[in-house]
């Protein structure tokens, strides 16, 4: 039960049993009333969760750029063959469709054509020299070869490089690409463009050569840039930054924390619970982020500035995420991925950031009869792997065409690099997750195999198949499968058990069985794939299992864990979800979605269906993603810990908090890896999707946040739970006291069998670390003497975090960073050891940390980073709390404007204060600042960033 809520419902109950003389209806109408009153009316994600951007319509303003361009028309070819051009399937059906376009037409075409089709421009160039050229156009459609004059052909592939993306309705929309570089003389010259493929969907909608870097804003051109008049609200739109050699001397670059080039001290390794690295055993922490195949499609300009863009902002590690096989032949490595593979690794390494390679996914992949695996007719392979040999085979190949040739990027093979720092096996398989559906999922003629496997491991286990069912009918007599389920023991096969059916049934021996056949299969499956990869082939870095939720935390996470303790790390996926509701609303942001802003900051269950009764009386949900759950082998090896992919999930505008929360309860329970997910863009995304990170709010937050981090500014607390289990229990279905968070995003969340049960309280990991230890001895449970928490307050075992859910908000104070988060008006004034904050922000962030490596006390230089919440340009919404999208809104992003002040509370010298835009750098034409002691620090709307130096004259 809500704390808050008791002294209501103890008033509640005295007016019941007053009331019941007026009726039963009026007393159960004055407690609801109480009880609306107690939760909504106290509750800071009602009180200040209305705030929206007020209606205006996107205008343009004219600037000045040094750099020569040209722009023109796709849709005003000099000559083309291209059939009704200006009537084709994209064309825009509305003034709003019409809108997102260059001059509110294109040229495009669809279906099957006789010859190829071509356009052909005459374009006058004012100045000569080199020119980047590039092209607005529908997506990946429609690939192209062009030139320019006499000059030798170039090829645009499908595997093109997208820069931004600007909708015009579901599955239509404008993209920009760099198509390549050329240089020209000045005067007049012909482009001619020829599209490659006889078929399929293609349209173009301007064309631009400019001298200089451009930044894609739609339809603007390289001299326009968004304005509109938003009171409360100001558009994020950052210019690029500068020429990569000046990246570093921004006052927020954190390229120092790498090293010069990845993997120069050698391979990071797992040793005692950590990763490390060198002859030292220097410790090493992973600040990450996820990419996709888009940046494998980057030119080698494009690689060069994502790499530095993500250094400056304290990232070391790029899980690459994607698919690699070719799109028509899954059994074979797309020569384009892996080149663009290769050239990534080679321009991440540069800037000292490492890799990890995540290239299985089952949802990636929809096999067919005719793939040579019976039974499929669409279904994604989920589970496959861990039984089936053929598709192991084609699995191990994959691995060996990848690691083994020697990268023409560095001479070296990627087996032999140690800037490729970590190998997963599968992403979000198991036995145990919710996708293990046998019969359904898995078709018959595979389970088939899996029911041989079962049926040889329990001859194995009991002599003969005969001997284990007579074993298992004196177990549990009610539960068997039929024939049709693979109960077939004169064909020597045996029925796997469902999920469900398996908790179900947990005290049975036929479930105890199943459950330790799964396991060590799986298991065996992980042992062998490390084996292959680090023996067969010679990989020495970082090999972990897979990393997603099962379908029961308590009883099944710990076998999934287990099987995964064979490899060098544990790793997790986890969100932090909104239970929106709405077609396709796992994967994108669509109108009509329907969802409920929530703060992590309270703990308030996620609500999956509307019971506002249950939800009123249900108590606090403590699980969050960010909860580490430290493991320990049979051996007592304990083992390093990632997580893998980590996000709050759009439309939630209760996201401020997350990156100084991983950053200081990662620190906190020492995390070794902290990787979000995900970004496609070479620097800020220029809106907001279902995923984004690369925005404001998320790495935005970056330079305290990979500070406080990676410096470990936040004290690692000592272990306040130990807990040892016995793998025979475990097996035998009786479950762990301790359990990993349910924490799923919209695309898995509805799978989950639930979860609970758990004997050591959840809350425990917001004050220490957590350990389970798996042991071949009798399982015992360690609860070391933790803070209280006292009025809906959560203090960390080190002192230096308090979480109060009751208010919703977070403070650090650790000698060199002190800061809060979450719903910052309503908490006023925080004064806090060396600073008083007061940001009158309805959520947001705001921290000071040293930069000097020194406490706040004595700092000399010191970054102040505040951020709000952000939106697309033109989000609407209806209804409260409930919310229904109307409009999800474009580019640009805007950001609610920031107000406060800041106080140092040091009363030695003088103090500059610099303010800077949004990629660190002063703002031109702004003064510095000086304060004195005593001094308030007035907060910009626009800025993120203040540089504070300390200023005091040398003495006479």
């Given at each position: 039960m809500h704390q808050t809520m008791q002294p209501f419902l103890s008033k509640a109950s005295k007016a019941l049993k007053a009331s019941k003389a007026l009726g039963g209806f009026f007393a159960l109408f004055i407690l609801a009333l109480l009880v609306a009153l107690a939760v909504f009316g106290r509750s800071p994600a009602v009180r200040w969760?209305?705030?929206?951007?007020?209606?205006?319509?996107?205008?343009?303003?004219?600037?000045?750029?040094?750099?020569?361009?040209?722009?023109?028309?796709?849709?005003?070819?000099?000559?083309?063959?291209?059939?009704?051009?200006?009537?084709?399937?994209?064309?825009?059906?509305?003034?709003?469709?019409?809108?997102?376009?260059?001059?509110?037409?294109?040229?495009?075409?669809?279906?099957?054509?006789?010859?190829?089709?071509f356009l052909e421009y005459a374009v006058q160039v004012a100045q000569p020299g080199r020119y980047r050229f590039y092209a607005r156009k529908f997506w990946k459609h429609g690939p192209f070869r062009w030139r320019w004059d006499e000059?030798?052909?170039?090829?645009?592939?499908?595997?093109?490089?997208?820069?931004?993306?600007?909708?015009?309705?579901?599955?239509?929309?404008?993209?920009?690409?760099?198509?390549?570089?050329?240089?020209?003389?000045?005067?007049?010259?012909?482009?001619?463009?020829?599209?490659?493929?006889?078929?399929?969907?293609?349209?173009?909608?301007?064309?631009?050569?400019?001298?200089g870097a451009f930044q894609p804003r739609g339809?603007?051109?390289?001299?326009?840039?968004?304005?509109?008049?938003?009171?409360?609200?100001?558009?994020?739109?950052?210019?690029?930054?500068?020429?990569?050699?000046?990246?570093?001397?921004?006052?927020?670059?954190?390229?120092?924390?790498?090293?010069?080039?990845?993997?120069?001290?050698?391979?990071?390794?797992?040793?005692?619970?950590?990763?490390?690295?060198?002859?030292?055993?220097?410790?090493?922490?992973f600040w990450g982020v996820n990419v996709d195949e888009q940046a494998l499609a980057m030119n080698a300009e494009q690689r060069a500035y994502l790499a530095q863009f993500l250094a400056k902002r304290?990232?070391?590690?790029?899980?690459?995420?994607?698919?690699?096989?070719?799109?028509?032949?899954?059994?074979?490595?797309?020569?384009?991925?892996?080149?663009?593979?290769?050239?990534?690794?080679?321009?991440?390494?540069?800037?000292?950031?490492?890799?990890?390679?995540?290239?299985?996914?089952?949802?990636?992949?929809?096999?067919?009869?005719?793939?040579?695996?019976?039974?499929?007719?669409?279904?994604?392979?989920?589970?496959?792997?861990?039984?089936?040999?053929?598709?192991?085979?084609?699995?191990?190949?994959?691995?060996?065409?990848?690691?083994?040739?020697?990268?023409?990027?560095?001479?070296?093979?990627?087996?032999?690099?140690?800037?490729?720092?970590?190998?997963?096996?599968?992403?979000?398989?198991?036995?145990f997750f919710p996708t293990f559906e046998p019969y359904t999922k898995i078709p018959a003629p595979q389970m088939a195999i899996l029911e041989r496997q079962f049926a040889h491991w329990l001859t194995a286990k009991y002599g003969t198949l005969e001997q284990a069912i007579a074993q298992w009918r004196k177990s549990d007599l009610s539960y068997s499968l039929g024939g049709d389920r693979g109960d077939l023991p004169h064909l020597e096969r045996i029925g796997i058990m469902p999920l469900a059916d398996l908790l179900k049934h947990r005290d049975s021996l036929r479930a105890q069985d199943t459950a330790m056949f799964l396991t060590e299969s799986q298991r065996q499956f992980f042992d062998q794939a490390c084996q292959f990869l680090k023996q067969d082939l010679g990989y020495r870095g970082l090999v972990y299992g897979s990393n997603w939720v099962t379908a029961e935390a308590r009883v099944l996470g710990p076998l999934d864990k287990f099987s995964n303790t064979g490899g060098d790390v544990m790793d997790r996926h986890g969100y932090f979800d909104l239970a929106i509701q709405g077609e396709n609303s796992a994967i994108a942001l669509n109108g009509g979605d329907r969802y409920q802003d929530r703060s992590a900051l309270l703990f308030t269950p996620l609500q999956r269906r509307r019971n506002w009764l249950k939800s009123l009386l249900r108590q606090r949900d403590f699980r969050l993603p960010l909860m580490d759950l430290h493991y320990t082998d049979l051996q007592g090896r304990e083992l390093p810990s990632t997580i893998t992919e980590l996000n709050w999930l759009q439309p939630n505008r209760f996201r401020a908090d997350l990156p100084l929360l991983a950053a200081t309860y990662g620190a906190l329970q020492d995390t070794d890896g902290i990787v979000f997910f995900k970004t496609s863009a070479q620097g800020w995304e220029p809106k907001l999707d279902k995923f984004s990170v690369a925005t404001p709010v998320v790495m935005g937050q970056f330079p305290a946040a990979a500070l406080i981090y990676r410096r470990g500014l936040v004290q690692p607390a000592e272990s306040g739970v130990e807990a040892s289990v016995k793998l025979a229990d475990l097996l035998a279905l009786r479950g762990a006291p301790v359990a990993v968070p349910q924490n799923l995003d919209a695309l898995r969340a509805t799978e989950s069998l639930g979860a609970g049960g758990e004997t050591v309280d959840p809350s425990a990991f917001w004050m220490g670390k957590v350990n389970l230890r798996f042991s071949n001895a009798a399982g015992k449970t360690q609860v070391k003497k933790l803070p209280n928490a006292r009025r809906n307050t959560l203090r960390s075992s080190t002192g230096e975090l308090s979480w109060d859910y009751g208010r919703g908000l977070v403070t650090v104070a650790a000698p060199q960073v002190q800061g809060v988060t979450g719903f910052l008006k309503a908490a006023g004034t925080v004064s806090l050891p060396d600073v008083t904050l007061r940001v009158d922000l309805?959520?947001?962030?705001?921290?000071?940390?040293?930069?000097?490596?020194?406490?706040?006390?004595?700092?000399?230089?010191?970054?102040?980073?505040?951020?709000?919440?952000?939106?697309?340009?033109?989000?609407?919404?209806?209804?409260?709390?409930?919310?229904?999208?109307e409009s999800t809104g474009t580019a640009p992003i805007v950001v609610q404007a920031i107000a406060g002040s800041v106080q140092l509370k040091r009363r030695d010298g003088q103090w500059q204060v610099i303010a800077l835009d949004a990629n660190g750098y002063p703002i031109p034409g702004d003064s510095a600042q000086t304060l004195k002691a005593g001094d308030r620090l007035s907060l910009r709307d626009d800025t993120f960033y203040y540089q504070i130096d300390r200023v005091d004259r040398e003495p006479d």
């Open positions: 969760g209305r705030a929206t951007q007020p209606r205006a319509i996107l205008q343009t303003r004219t600037v000045a750029t040094p750099a020569a361009f040209v722009w023109w028309e796709a849709e005003q070819p000099t000559a083309t063959n291209f059939p009704d051009a200006e009537n084709h399937p994209f064309a825009p059906a509305s003034p709003t469709e019409a809108a997102i376009l260059s001059g509110g037409r294109w040229i495009g075409v669809d279906g099957t054509r006789p010859a190829p089709l000059q030798p052909w170039q090829s645009v592939s499908r595997e093109v490089y997208l820069i931004d993306s600007s909708p015009m309705r579901p599955l239509v929309g404008a993209n920009w690409v760099q198509v390549g570089t050329v240089d020209l003389t000045a005067g007049s010259h012909q482009l001619r463009i020829e599209l490659t493929e006889l078929d399929g969907a293609a349209a173009f909608d301007c064309f631009l050569l400019t001298q339809s603007l051109q390289p001299d326009q840039r968004y304005a509109a008049p938003l009171p409360g609200w100001t558009l994020f739109d950052p210019e690029p930054e500068p020429e990569p050699e000046n990246f570093a001397d921004s006052a927020i670059a954190l390229r120092f924390l790498n090293e010069p080039v990845a993997g120069m001290n050698g391979w990071v390794r797992a040793q005692d619970g950590r990763l490390v690295q060198g002859a030292a055993n220097q410790p090493v922490r304290g990232v070391n590690l790029v899980r690459v995420h994607t698919r690699l096989w070719q799109r028509d032949d899954f059994r074979q490595i797309d020569p384009a991925r892996q080149q663009g593979l290769w050239n990534l690794v080679a321009a991440l390494k540069q800037e000292g950031i490492y890799t990890a390679l995540s290239l299985y996914f089952p949802y990636w992949l929809s096999l067919e009869e005719t793939d040579g695996f019976a039974g499929y007719s669409g279904q994604q392979p989920f589970a496959l792997l861990f039984f089936n040999p053929e598709f192991q085979a084609i699995y191990r190949n994959w691995w060996r065409s990848l690691l083994s040739p020697p990268n023409p990027a560095t001479g070296r093979a990627l087996k032999d690099d140690p800037a490729l720092a970590m190998l997963e096996l599968v992403n979000e398989d198991s036995y309805d959520y947001g962030a705001a921290v000071l940390v040293a930069l000097d490596d020194l406490p706040l006390a004595q700092s000399r230089r010191m970054l102040l980073q505040v951020m709000s919440t952000e939106e697309n340009f033109g989000w609407r919404t209806r209804g409260y709390p409930r919310k229904t999208v």
